[in-house]
């Protein structure tokens, strides 16, 4: 195997010349030109590309045209020549040209009268005009030597004249196998074409030899002309590095595994290759991880970096800890992470690797905020130290050394921790411009998905959803390409989150079946769709009452809870648990995992946010056993910390939860100037559940008031009907989450109205309507 060249150049090499010579049509020059071109400069593709089957075709093109040279075909079949024989095509004078390489001899002339494709520089014209040999006209196509056609013929010249005597035989035989799946075309278009045409030698010697000259054809080339089953690919090493280095970077940039197709193809090349580079180890260890086999990954990182250290001395040792820590972080080995981690930390100093140090520094913090309890554990606070502190430093190392990546990803890390602490909004407003003007100036358009996923946050907690979902629209329609898998899979799946508050559960089930099944194949990705997934699922199963189901679905949910490295996942999942428990009327249990719940957060210093939810449930429940009264001090510090974070999601049910708590006292005027005040901006957050509930509670407020009223008396009536109305708002906000039970409860408070108010015929059809849902649900339960 060759370092450089391969059938493949030679063919390029050929197309260049037709260029040159002007045998191509200036209508189909810019066809050729850029196919010549997409297989000479290293340019990425993945700015136009849509889906990561587009951005591997690239890698396909490689490959497929080496192993055959159909790809020239495709490309020269539908032009004209521009000289020549009229009728005769581009394909034709291609393989005209090809054809024409008919011996060993002929392939040194081929390389030796590439040097007049290069424009001469002036000694070399100064030294034609003393030998008298002529200028090459004006109107002549002559490459320039830095242009990359001109770099990739003198490249191509040198490399041939480096070649060993046995290597130029055997690159000779691979292009005349290369070539002879056109034989049969060719001879149909020359009639002089002969079968021994392949090589003039043979050609000429027949009629001295005579029948010996098959014995003579087959000691030369083998089994190679009779297609020899286990002959080897021509491939060269610069064609097999090339693919790995395409592949790795693929892999690092997107997150995604290799298609199977170009998986096996690269297989089969790097076997027939003579030497396998080291570099194929390190994809085989990233292939390993995102197919989630933590022994073959671990095995191969072993190899690959076993072999770098021998050849490179211990500068890459570093390197080599930070992917064991990474690699060990992702299969749960968390303290082994930690203490690979550390020790990158002193490597790198040591080595006085800036870029090494900053990253491991970076990744030590955010791995500290999403595993608090494993980072307690270390004694190495000098190292870690405050978030704030953290922040800052990795802040201003990466202003000095220029690491814009780091720069901006720190700004938006402080951006979340405001939020997370519940501070300032304006601030982590202002994080994030700075964060967005680096990324801007700098065109790092990988980290855009990081960007728009916080702005995603902000909006959802200020509780504007419609820009939270215009947010994700954005992302998806302009940005998603160019950033990893992972960013697409949990902005997609927020989407899902927020179609299944509305009731859209086949919707949100369909956003999420969009998402490329390529990309799904690595191991983290596929295992967060599904448990996504799950997750709708269950909130459907938990709406229609299915409760044997959802308990099916928690039971799987709950095993695999504690590999998320997303808190709010594993929050949901528990809260989801919560829920399950009081539909089962389970409500002891529901408070002891709730109480659980609370003091895991205390410990870990969690979001907020997350506080205030489980204030929120801690009052549901007592709400639920019918003493709404003990929650009032837990609902006043919800609204107050939600006032002060401005959780506005969190705030609306906290005065719904004290308007309930107040017309417990009997307070109905109060309780329903809160809900007036709150309903409104309510509908603002699309949750049907959380809307449904404040107007549960207006309804029932509006009751509480008209049973002040005198009886009969116009305004205990008109209290009334504005409670059946609250009531109906409640009722349709139910029916579009598809909430049987609560559905039920408010048809039984419709009938209940309607029978004081005395309209009894609508009391009988509104009980009437209970029963029909009641029957529905048994259905929905089958």
Known sequence: MSRFLNPAKIGLLALIQLYTNKTVPTSSILDVLSFITSHLIDNDISSSAVSSSDRWRRAESTVSLVISISDFEKVLMPHTAASGIPGRNLWYVFLQRLWAIDSLDTLHQFFENCSGLLAKNKEEL??????????????????????????????????????????????????????????????????????????????????????????????????????????????????????????????????????????????????????????????????????????????????????????????????????????????????????????????????????????????????????????????????????????????????????????????????????SHGESVATALEHLVRSSHILVERNMKNMVGSQLSINIALWDRLGVTYLSATTCEIFLECHARHSIFDDALKVTSRQASMLALKGKYDEALGKLESLEVDSLRAWKPSQYWHKFRGIIKLRRDLHHNNLDGAELLLSQLLQSKNEDLEPDLAFVIDTLHVECLVRRGNVEDAFIKVEKMVAELREENKDIALRVRLLLLKAELLDKCGRPQKAFTIVVRAANVAWRARLIPYLWPAIGALANILSSLSEFEPAIQLLHAVLPRSLECENSVMTARLYSYLGDANVGLAGKMPPKSNKRREYLMKGVEAIEKAFNHYSSVEDINKQCEMMAKKATIMKVAGDYVLANDTAAAYLALRSDAAQLKI
């Open 126 to 419: 100064r030294r034609d005009t003393e030998m008298g040999i002529p200028a090459p006209a004006p109107e002549a196509i002559q490459l320039s030597r830095n242009s990359p056609f001109g770099a990739f013929v003198r490249r191509s010249q040198l490399e041939f004249t480096r070649l060993r005597f046995h290597d130029a035989i055997e690159l000779w035989k691979d292009f005349v196998k290369y070539r002879q799946t056109t034989g049969a075309y060719y001879r149909k278009k020359t009639p002089a074409f002969q079968r021994l045409s392949f090589d003039d030698v043979l050609l000429r010697g027949e009629d001295e030899w005579g029948e010996a000259v098959e014995a003579i054809a087959s000691v030369a080339y083998g089994d190679m002309l009779r297609d020899d089953p286990n002959a080897t690919m021509p491939v060269s090493t610069d064609d097999i590095e090339k693919l790995l280095e395409f592949q790795i970077d693929q892999m690092q940039k997107y997150g995604n595994r290799i298609p199977l197709e170009i998986r096996h193809q690269f297989h089969d090349l790097v076997i027939d290759s003579y030497m396998v580079p080291s570099l194929s180890h390190y994809l085989s260890y990233l292939e390993a991880w995102r197919a989630g086999d933590y022994a073959t990954s671990f095995d191969y990182l072993h190899r690959y970096f076993d072999y770098t250290m021998q050849n490179r001395d211990r500068s890459f040792y570093q390197y080599a800890l930070m992917n064991l820590a990474v690699l060990q972080a992702d299969f749960g080995c968390h303290k082994e992470a930690i203490a690979a981690m550390l020790e990158t930390v002193s490597t790198a100093r040591e080595n006085r690797d800036m870029t090494c140090l900053n990253f491991a520094l970076n990744w030590l913090f955010h791995f500290g905020r999403a595993h608090p309890e494993v980072t307690q554990e270390l004694e190495s606070k000098s190292q870690l130290g405050t978030g704030k502190e953290s922040l800052a430093f990795l802040r201003s190392r990466a202003k000095e050394t220029g690491t814009w990546s780091l720069w901006s990803s720190a700004l938006m890390s402080e951006a979340k921790m405001c939020l």
